[in-house]
T-cell receptor, first 114, second 111 residues
Framework: EAEVAQSPRYKITEKSQAVAFWCDPISGHATLYWYRQILGQGPELLVQ????????DSQLPKDRFSAERLKGVDSTLKIQPAELGDSAMYLC????????????FGQGTRLTVV | DAKTTQPPSMDCAEGRAANLPCNHSTISGNEYVYWYRQIHSQGPQYIIHGLKNNETNEMASLIITEDRKSSTLILPHATLRDTAVYYCIVRPNTNAGKSTFGDGTTLTVKP
């Protein structure tokens, strides 16, 4: 069964350092989402891509976070500089298109900022 | 998206049916009820969704009240592997991955 791939699974970084997460969606899925999940809470959407274009980044802290999907396939989420409050699970999801009925999530990257 | 209310936690005996409630009294006519679950240290997994009719698939059944203000997810024969956080989400079916997740219900299936 096709899966959304994310790497790394775990990342520890010092505050003020840069960190990046990678996501490879299910083949053929045009829509890609990045979510952040703080421990004990539900996921919150950070950014949505349609192919290579950002269609919603209203919840992305743009002073330190950036996301790209240059060729409309895999995607990278970057934080620079990392802060202690960025410690969370970063989840990537994809769907066939925006009107698809379900999204498929990867296993996430657990970030710890020390 | 309409707001949902779920109990923070529930227990269920292994082999018994697990009935997870969700209130969504402000649901709009074009909004569907979606259920996802998240097993520890994994990403959320889609379970089922519906508009107004009851739905069933290989994982679960979804019962939506006639006024659509509440729903129940039923796992007919819960197993230990069903222990997870279950999220009830209400949204239009026009953007598959743009969901507003609440805090969900932590279901613990006990032997």
């Amino acid at each position: 069964e096709a899966e959304v791939a994310q790497s790394p699974r775990y990342k520890i970084t010092e505050k003020s350092q840069a960190v990046a997460f990678w996501c490879d969606p299910i083949s053929g899925h045009a829509t890609l989402y990045w979510y952040r999940q703080i421990l004990g809470q539900g996921p919150e959407l950070l950014v949505q891509f349609q192919d290579e274009s950002v269609v919603d980044d209203s919840q992305l802290p743009k002073d330190r976070f950036s996301a790209e999907r240059l060729k409309g396939v895999d995607s990278t989420l970057k934080i620079q500089p990392a802060e202690l409050g960025d410690s969370a699970m970063y989840l990537c999801a994809s769907s066939l298109d925006p009107k698809g009925e379900e999204a498929f999530f990867g296993q996430g990257t657990r970030l710890t900022v020390v | 998206d309409a707001k949902t209310t779920q109990p923070p936690s529930m227990d269920c005996a292994e082999g018994r049916a697990a009935n997870l409630p969700c209130n969504h009294s402000t649901i709009s006519g074009n909004e569907y009820v979606y259920w996802y679950r998240q097993i520890h240290s994994q990403g959320p997994q889609y379970i089922i969704h519906g508009l107004k009719n009851n739905e069933t698939n290989e994982m679960a059944s979804l019962i939506i009240t006639e006024d659509r203000k509440s729903s129940t997810l039923i796992l007919p024969h819960a197993t230990l592997r069903d222990t997870a956080v279950y999220y009830c989400i209400v949204r239009p079916n026009t953007n598959a991955g743009k969901s507003t997740f609440g805090d969900g219900t932590t279901l613990t299936v006990k032997p």
